[in-house]
């Protein structure tokens, strides 16, 4: 029996075997007995056939690249990227075998990866699936930075007494969705990412909206006060630049006026009604100026008044310009709000003659450039404003006075952009061409606005 029950064992091993070869030989399967040879289960062998299929996993890529995330689309599952060296963008795809990290190498999620930063990727070039994404530990980054200033003819922007570079790779983020450079404003709280000394992302963590005057007829050539650091002479049809955020608005005119509350949202036009103020009968102040040197000068709103006795003048903020020779100029505001005050008023002396040449020529009402002209010439019929006044439909022009200026275009049924630009001093006439207006969204709102 014990005979019997052997030979079948042995007869039944064999068929086995028999099989397994066949089936192996059918399959193709170069190892029949299911051995991995120290390789994981489902890892393909050197040996197997090419069937061109590669299951995505963990440690799945043959390519590597340090880029700029463009854009993500969660709902398509895709990622887009800007390589740093040929400039050129690529999209791959993401899944549940997709792994995330900060730059200290802790999970994250895609949407904590946002558009402008800097990353180290590893991907499945064939298959173009993103296999690990990294916030760049080689990458620098700057948040909140208000004091900046761009060069756009050098290529270059400060960061406080730092300069970096700006090259053709760097891209310009608001609200997670990429703009044009020219679309910055001075006003504008920015953050920067880049690595060595280059700059490879700018984005704007505050930016700006406007705010336009309603039923402001009683006020043209007073002051708008907006917070505690824009102040501006009122003009007809104003439209100002104004960084997002709530504000205590003051209007003032003749002695009358009042403050109403405004919240500005980035990119969108505020209206703001001032129509149900008052100007009641100008009340006026004497204001005695006591100066150093004896010399100075004193200018209220461009007219050189008389401060060996005190000077009149009426209820609300007047521009004063105090200049004498040898000492720097200098220009504020002041506000007269009561019947009698005393301001002192004390003039450095001048570093150079280069200094003093410059502080005159900010000081003077006209200069050398005022015979020439800005023209903006497109895109065509929008309303243009220079830092905020109206001056015309495109294509129009403006006289030409050197330094930084906000240009706004605004047309009906479009969203309103502004450009920061660099006026040179140069005898000769400018023009700017701008990209034609994109269609409005439904952005533009009116502000609510209440008398304090």
Not at 78 to 96: A, C, P, R
Not at 261 to 275: A, C, F, K, M, P
Not at 325 to 347: F, H, P
Request: charged share 25%.
């Amino acid at each position: 029996m014990t005979d019997k029950r052997d030979k079948k064992i042995k007869y039944t091993f064999r068929t086995g075997m028999v099989t397994a070869f066949l089936i192996c030989f059918l399959t193709a399967c170069a190892n029949p007995f299911g051995e991995s040879g120290g390789r994981e289960a489902g890892e393909p062998s050197s040996e197997s056939a090419d069937t061109g299929f590669v299951v995505p996993g963990p440690d799945s890529y043959d390519s590597a690249d340090t880029a700029i995330l463009i854009g993500r689309d969660e709902k398509a599952g895709t990622v887009t990227f800007l390589n740093l060296d040929l400039g050129k963008q690529y999209t791959l795809s993401v899944d549940g075998t997709t792994r995330l990290y900060d730059k200290y190498g802790e999970s994250i999620s895609l949407d904590q990866a946002k558009p402008g930063d800097i990353v180290d990727i590893t991907f499945l070039k064939s298959k173009k699936h993103l296999t690990t994404l990294q916030l760049s530990p080689s990458a620098w980054s700057f948040t909140g930075i208000q004091n900046y200033e761009f060069n756009t003819v050098r290529n270059e922007v400060s960061i406080g007494s730092e300069v970096y570079k700006l090259t053709s790779n760097t891209r310009y983020f608001s609200d997670d969705r990429k703009i044009d450079g020219r679309d910055l404003n001075s006003a504008d709280v920015l953050g920067f990412q880049g690595i060595d000394s280059r700059v490879l992302t700018v984005r704007v963590e505050k930016g700006h909206g406007y705010l336009r005057l309603a039923n402001d007829e009683n006020f043209i050539g007073g002051w708008i006060e907006i917070g505690q650091s824009q102040i501006q002479k009122i003009s007809e049809d104003m439209l100002l630049l104004v960084p997002e955020g709530s504000y205590q608005v003051n209007i003032s005119n003749k002695g009358g006026g009042g403050t109403k509350s405004v919240v500005i949202n980035r990119n969108e036009e505020t209206t703001l009604d001032i129509g149900d103020l008052e100007i009641p009968e100008p009340q006026y102040g004497l204001v005695l100026f006591s100066t150093d040197p004896t010399t100075t000068e004193v200018y209220i709103d461009g007219s050189k008044v008389d401060i060996s006795e005190p000077v009149s003048l009426m209820y609300g903020i007047h521009q004063m310009i105090a200049r004498a020779e040898g000492y720097q100029s200098i220009t504020q505001y002041i506000r007269v709000a009561q019947e009698s005050a005393g301001i002192n008023v004390v003039l450095d002396a001048n570093v150079s003659e280069e200094e003093e040449s410059t502080s005159e020529s900010e000081s003077s009402v006209a200069t050398t450039t005022d015979y020439y002209k800005v023209y903006v010439d497109a895109p065509e019929g929008a309303e243009v404003y220079l830092d905020g006044n109206y001056v015309g439909i495109s294509p129009c022009s403006f006289k030409k006075t050197a330094g930084t200026h906000v240009i706004t275009l605004r047309k009906t049924g479009y969203e309103t952009r502004s450009y920061t630009v660099q006026v040179d001093d140069e005898e000769k006439d400018l023009s700017y061409s701008f990209a034609d207006l994109v269609q409005d969204t439904g952005n533009s709102v009116s502000g609510n606005s209440s008398s304090n």
